[in-house]
């Protein structure tokens, strides 16, 4: 078992992810392939980094790569925007998932601080 599965901030980062994939998999069918492309990478940065970072020899390296991550989260944030002003999502999807990932950010933020 890697070090990763039992940390929550990357549980909770492969469920948002799933949800962001969702729907870069329905912005790509309406021929928006780099909305959608840019989104799947973002969202899977997001646990890419928190995994990769837990491979790490140190705290501080590890803190690093969950910078990574909490960075990606403001990403897919943005991109979270512009799907809703060109109308690609609703206000409701929008809302849920940036309450996600604000929960997910804040999450991130409090367990870097414990390896500091």
């Not at 870069?24 to 997001?46: L, P, T």
Request: charged share 30%.
């Amino acid at each position: 078992m890697f070090r990763f599965e039992n940390l929550e901030i990357w549980q909770d980062a492969i469920k948002v992810s799933d949800e962001l994939f969702d729907i870069a998999d329905q912005v790509e069918k309406k021929r928006y392939y780099r909305f959608a492309e840019q989104f799947r990478a973002a969202g899977m940065s997001i646990s890419n980094n928190i995994s990769e970072g837990s491979g790490s020899f140190s705290d501080k390296d590890f803190a690093n790569f969950l910078n990574i991550s909490r960075r990606s989260i403001f990403e897919c944030a943005n991109i979270l925007f512009i799907l809703h002003k060109r109308k690609l999502i609703d206000e409701e999807t929008r809302n849920d998932l940036l309450s996600k990932l604000d929960l997910l950010s804040r999450k991130i933020t409090n367990f870097r601080k414990s390896l500091l």
